[in-house]
Each structure stands twice: as C-alpha cells, then as structure tokens.
C-alpha cells in the first residue's frame, strides 16, 4: 500500500453514522488537520442533500411506490433502497419496511445474522436483509460518498478506522469487519467507541489535556448512543516523564439506549390516547415509536418548548381523516427519562434480572433493567481493585472502598446531548463518591457527542502511524475455552467443566499466544463446537491457565467457536491431534488458529456468528 494521504474514522452507529478524517501530511502531532465530511442523501423522493451524519435506517420500497430516478445518487441510478434521511422518514410512515438498530441485530448471538431477518415483523409480502448486509450497505454509501468528494483520493487507498461498542465479542467484531470488507474496505482496523471518543477529546484539546488530567486519575468514559450503553475506565499513568494512558475495563455488552427510550414514551402516549378511547395497532405503535423520537430529540435539546404534536396516520385509504393526532410534553419526557433510565440509586444497587419465559419473540435481546446507574453501579463495583497492580497506583487505592472511583467523567452519544440526562449521571456518581468520602468526579467537557466517534476514529489512525499518545490496554477481557472432563457417566450429573485461558487480559495486538502445552483432539471432515467464555475482571490469569473453579460471576458465555477441519489426505471422523493459538490482529479482532502437533497444517478456528433460533 502506498503512503495514505489520509486517515479515516467512521462511526457506525445504531442511530447514526459519520465520516470524518485527518490529513496525515498537514498535521504535526496533536495538532491535527480534520474535517467531517457531508454525506449525499435523499431526504425525499428524487431530492439530494449533503449531511454531516447518515442515519442508520434502510428503507425497502414497494416496486410501485416511487418514480423512476426517486432513489438516484451521485454515484448510481440503479439502486432500489434508500439508505439515511429519507429512509427514516420514509420508514415512520410504513414502519413494516424500516430496517433499523441494525448494529444491535449483528451483535444478536440468538439469530443468524447472515440471514435477511430484517425488519423482523414485516410480513411475508415485504423483502428482507441481513443485519451483515444492512451494515454493509451503509458502509459502501460512506464509501461511494468519499470517492464521490475525493475523486484524487481513493478510499481505498486510504487508513481508515471503523468503531465498534467496547462491549462487543469476537463474533460482533469479525462480523463488523466482514461488512466492512464486503463494502469494499482494504486497509481497515476497528477501535473501541469510548477510546474513540476519548481520542477525540485529546485531539481537540490540541495538547491540553495533560493539563486537564494528572498521573493518578481514572477516566470514566460514558457513552450511551441510540441502541448500547458502554462504559469505559481509562488510567492516567506516568511513565519516563510522559503522561500515558492505560484502559483498565470496559462494561458488559447492554442493549440500552436511545431506541428504549423511544419505545417508553410511545408507550406513555399510547396510555394518554388509551385514556381517550383511541387504540392503537402494532403497525401504529411503530409508527408511533419513530414520532417520538423526533419529539424526544426536539425536547431535550430545547427546554423552552413544552410540547411537540405527535401525528400517526393510519393505513387506511382516507389517511388524514384517520389520522391519530397527540402530544408529548417537557414535562413528560423529563420525568419518563430521569426516573426510568438515570434514577437516583446508592452504589451498592445492581440490575435486576428475572426469569426469562420459555418462549419469547424474536427480537433483540435488550437489556432487562432500564436504569443506565445500576448498570454503571455493576461495573464500578466489580472492577473495585481493577488498578491496584498498575505503576503509581499502588497504595493509593483505598481499601476500603466498594467500587473503582473514578476521578474525570467523559459524556458521549446523543442521549448525553441532553443537559438535563448528563447532569442526572454526574450527580448520582458523586453521591457514591460522596457516601465514601472520596473526591467529586469532574467533568471532562469539550466533547462533541454526534461526531466525537467519528473524529476521535480518524486521529487514532493518524496515531498508529507514531504521531500523538495512544491508549495502551489490548484485549478488554480474557479469553477461555471449556474443556469437558472425560469422566465415566454419572446419572444425573454432568460431566464437570474447566476453562483454559487461550488469550489473557491485556494481550497486545500482534502478539500470538501459542498453547504449547494443551493438546486438543479434533475431528476431521465434520463441524466441531467449542464453548467460548471471557471474563473482564480475571486479570491475574496467564496463557494455559487450567480453571477448575470459577465465581459465577467472573466468566460469562459468550457463544461457540465452530472449527471444521478438511479431510484431505485423512480419512473422515479421524481424530487430528492439535494445539491452539490466540493472535489480537492489527484489525482489532481476536483470531484462533489451529495447528496440527504433526504435520503442522494449520485450520482457521471461526467464530459462531450463526447463532440459534429461538
């Protein structure tokens, strides 16, 4: 590859998506040169607009319901889907051909996500994607968008950095980034959004953050977007002299966000028109969900206005005399938003889980307890001594404490563009501090909650060239396969299980860790399932550490690793001896290979990404 002129980041939001990126020749370290691009799309049938963010909707016509050329761009006349503004809008009106939360859908282990499943209430009549092709289609729009504007500067030519939640497992990561090739994306690495966002906050500080943050301090990076809620802990460490920054943990993977936020005020309003005598259908109430996330948006950015009209039509023929007209109000949004999702709790409060049916519908699996507190309570509370062995911490930790403290607050995602909601958050983390008497939390500000991602994307890969600070941590969590015990059978009891650790917490990318004492047989010619857990608080385990015990909750599922094994030169059913190795790649995935203890032939260990069907 050819020196790139530029370094791009793109978020790939669950709501929005945004390209912005730095030109490498004309910055000098952290003073950077970056621009964001305006994004072509139709905002209506036929009319084309540049916008600085591309919503994440996919829209999917009726072949009778637009005219010749409503749906061309720049770059083609062809296409017969619409992608961005006018897909959203376009898809609150016929809700039954919206694809949305796509990125939600592709980090769902409970469905084949190669399979078009989406929208995945339409019926039979209405065409269906992927979660894998939806992602790829609004990668390849960001594509054509920038070969479109930069015709001298080919995207693939180019760096570029696609985000991902922190949360995400190496299944959502290896998906991410076959979308992100199946769009045509050459040279790709993934980033972290928090760490992104983080970046982004160093870059636009333009040099003075090691002013705003000294050795000693852990920065809890929040980001709560349209469809996760992610959680971050970054230390501030000294090193030679210079300030250096070590991500310690990263939250659980919550589908928590913006989209449930909408679904609870459309069910407030569907109570007020309830109490009126006008019923809603399940079509309506999607339709319904959409208008109140305009409604919701237009509320919380603006607190003079007390009330936004909310209309939902009907699908009747005589659509404005059917029409179900309403409002949301101020006062209802602040306290549906504060009390459900950001309610004042003590420290020691955990998300509620409950016992799930034995049949559910197919749907996303979101989060049980809404309240974004309890879950931060979670995190802060099991990562208590997460920086008791890192240089200049020790012995500055209090012992005594119940959770992590951190010292600085990072707000990110458009929920936090809201005032009112990142005031809710600080408050209630400063009480905990408060309660054991530890420091008030400050807030870091400066950030730019629709284009941090995007920009703090484009600076990281401008920093893996060697220019800038980098956040040093690897894999946010350890890695671990089940190894079966080969006892005689017990009635009634299963057979006993162990974890080996094939990837250690912290694992540097490029770096192979190769299990040359653990033998595994593999059967060749046939699919064969290995149970795969990771754990974001075990820190002190090593490569080949054999777990005979484990707290419940320290190790946690995180789906399969499916390996099939050619029979070639072997017959079928032959048991193949092998050892595994672990590499975190340059891309930002974790890739399990393989390697046969004679021979040497090598098999690449995939992920499970086609899920089960439930």
């Known amino acids: 590859m050819n020196?790139?002129?530029?370094?791009?980041?793109?978020?790939?939001?669950?709501?929005?998506?945004?390209?912005?990126?730095?030109?490498?020749?004309?910055?000098?370290?952290?003073?950077?040169?970056?621009?964001?691009?305006?994004?072509?799309?139709?905002?209506?049938?036929?009319?084309?607009?540049?916008?600085?963010?591309?919503?994440?909707?996919?829209?999917?016509?009726?072949?009778?319901?637009?005219?010749?050329?409503d749906l061309a761009l720049p770059w083609t006349d062809k296409q017969d889907f619409a992608v961005g503004e006018l897909a959203r809008t376009r898809g609150a009106q016929t809700p039954i051909r919206l694809v949305s939360s796509a990125k939600s859908w592709l980090c769902h282990p409970g469905v084949d996500r190669r399979a078009a499943i989406l929208p995945n209430d339409a019926p039979p009549e209405v065409a269906r994607v992927s979660p894998l092709e939806a992602s790829t289609r609004y990668l390849t729009h960001l594509r054509q968008a920038w070969d479109a504007a930069h015709p001298e500067a080919p995207f693939d030519q180019q760096d570029v950095t696609v985000t991902i939640p922190a949360s995400f497992d190496p299944a959502a990561r290896e998906l991410t980034a076959e979308a992100a090739r199946a769009a045509g994306y050459q040279h790709?690495?993934?980033?972290?959004?928090?760490?992104?966002?983080?970046?982004?906050?160093?870059?636009?500080?333009?040099?003075?953050?090691?002013?705003?943050?000294?050795?000693?301090?852990?920065?809890?990076?929040?980001?709560?977007?349209?469809?996760?809620?992610?959680?971050?802990?970054?230390?501030?460490?000294?090193?030679?002299g210079n300030l250096e920054l070590h991500r310690v943990a990263v939250g659980d993977h919550i589908l928590l966000g913006g989209d449930n936020m909408d679904l609870t005020l459309a069910h407030v309003v569907a109570r007020k028109l309830a109490a009126e005598g006008k019923t809603l259908d399940p079509w309506q109430m999607r339709a319904l969900t959409h208008a109140c996330r305009s409604a919701k948006e237009s509320l919380l950015s603006d607190a003079s206005l007390d009330v936004q009209p909310i209309v939902v039509a009907s699908r009747g023929t005589k659509l404005i005399g059917g029409s179900v007209r309403t409002?949301?109000?101020?006062?209802?949004?602040?306290?549906?938003?504060?009390?459900?999702?950001?309610?004042?709790?003590?420290?020691?409060?955990?998300?509620?889980?409950?016992?799930?049916?034995?049949?559910?519908?197919?749907?996303?699996p979101y989060a049980q307890d809404a309240g974004v507190t309890r879950h931060l309570a979670a995190l802060l509370g099991r990562q208590a001594g997460a920086t008791a062995e890192l240089e200049g911490f020790a012995g500055k930790i209090d012992a005594d404490a119940s959770f992590l403290h951190p010292t600085a607050v990072l707000f990110n995602g458009g929920v936090f563009k809201s005032g009112i909601l990142t005031e809710r958050m600080l408050a209630t983390l400063n009480g905990w501090l408060g309660a054991e008497e530890a420091q008030a939390a400050r807030m870091l500000t400066g950030a730019d909650m629709d284009l941090a991602v995007a920009r703090g994307a484009a600076y990281y890969g401008y920093v893996r060239r060697g220019q800038g600070v980098r956040i040093r941590g690897g894999t946010a969590r350890a890695y671990y396969v089940a190894v079966e015990s080969s006892m005689p059978a017990i009635p009634g009891m299963e057979p006993p299980v162990q974890a080996l650790c094939i990837?250690?917490?912290?694992?540097?990318?490029?770096?192979?860790?190769?299990?040359?004492?653990?033998?595994?047989?593999?059967?060749?010619?046939?699919?064969?399932?290995?149970?795969?857990?990771?754990?974001?608080?075990?820190?002190?385990?090593?490569?080949?550490?054999?777990?005979?015990?484990?707290?419940?909750?320290?190790?946690?599922?995180?789906?399969?690793?499916?390996?099939?094994?050619?029979?070639?030169?072997?017959q079928i059913g032959e048991v193949v001896q092998v050892r595994l190795r672990a590499v975190a790649t340059e891309t930002g995935t974790l890739e399990l290979t393989a390697v046969a203890t004679q021979g040497g032939e090598r098999w690449k260990v995939e992920f499970d990404v086609r899920g089960v069907s439930q």
């Open 3 to 69: 020196t790139p002129q530029f370094s791009i980041g793109i978020d790939l939001g669950t709501t929005h998506c945004a390209l912005a990126y730095v030109d490498i020749a004309a910055s000098d370290g952290e003073k950077t040169s970056y621009g964001v691009l305006d994004i072509p799309q139709l905002t209506a049938p036929g009319a084309l607009e540049n916008l600085p963010l591309l919503p994440s909707f996919l829209y999917l016509p009726h072949e009778s319901e637009l005219a010749a050329g």
């Open 503 to 570: 990837a250690p917490f912290g694992m540097e990318e490029g770096i192979e860790a190769d299990l040359q004492t653990q033998e595994f047989g593999l059967v060749v010619g046939e699919p064969v399932f290995l149970r795969f857990m990771g754990s974001s608080v075990r820190r002190q385990d090593t490569l080949g550490n054999l777990l005979d015990f484990w707290p419940a909750d320290e190790l946690q599922e995180l789906g399969e690793i499916q390996v099939t094994l050619p029979a070639e030169g072997r």
């Open 188 to 240: 790709l690495t993934l980033l972290e959004e928090p760490q992104a966002a983080l970046y982004h906050w160093i870059q636009g500080s333009a040099g003075r953050w090691r002013k705003d943050v000294t050795p000693g301090d852990i920065i809890l990076v929040v980001d709560v977007g349209g469809g996760t809620s992610d959680f971050s802990l970054i230390a501030v460490l000294e090193r030679e």
């Open 327 to 364: 409002e949301l109000t101020q006062t209802e949004v602040r306290a549906t938003l504060l009390d459900g999702f950001f309610p004042v709790v003590d420290a020691a409060a955990r998300p509620a889980i409950r016992t799930r049916g034995g049949l559910t519908q197919l749907g996303l």
